[in-house]
């Protein structure tokens, strides 16, 4: 972190470990193809030397070839952009009103700051939020094209649902912990 702020750079490559690194964490395990181009948005570091930073991510990128810089720990990549149409919320107001239900019932919280923005950003926000092993949150994030991305997510968060406990009863009559 202290290179990439040295340079006055403030975008960087996220990308995902794949399954099985624990195993060889500290001898570069293999990362996904796919990641996330992302621009630090805030930076804070803490007493004990920590970073802690905000992170808004701007596009996915495929990783080409990577390199370690001597006496470091991170890696270098060289990528190519994944350039992808925006899909307006307005011509998908039952597929953006699907995302917002998702995002509000998973947050708790209002999705106010959400409603105006594209079918892409409310897919990629659902399936980051998504209770998913992460393989499968992989295979969801490398699917390039945006409307079939969302179609899967949406679908995704479905099956989910169906999986779900029904809620408990409730209303007169009703007690609790009573069978």
Known sequence: MEDLLAFSSSQLILGTLLPGWEDDYFAKPPIHPIAGLGQIQHSVRDEE?????????????????????????YRQVEFEPLVEPQLSSADSPAQRDGFLQALVQLSGNSAEHAAGRSINYLADV??????????????????????????????????????????????????????
């Open 49 to 73: 030397g920590n970073f802690n930073f905000v992170v808004q991510g701007l596009q996915r990128v495929r990783i080409l070839g990577e390199s370690t810089p001597p006496k470091r720990d």
């Open 126 to 179: 659902l399936l980051v939020m998504m209770p998913l092993p992460m393989e499968q949150k992989l295979q969801l994030y490398s699917i390039l094209n945006p409307q079939q991305r969302a179609d899967a997510v949406l679908k995704a968060w479905q099956l989910l649902q169906n999986e779900a406990p029904p809620p408990p009863a409730t209303g007169p009559g009703v007690h609790p912990n009573s069978n």
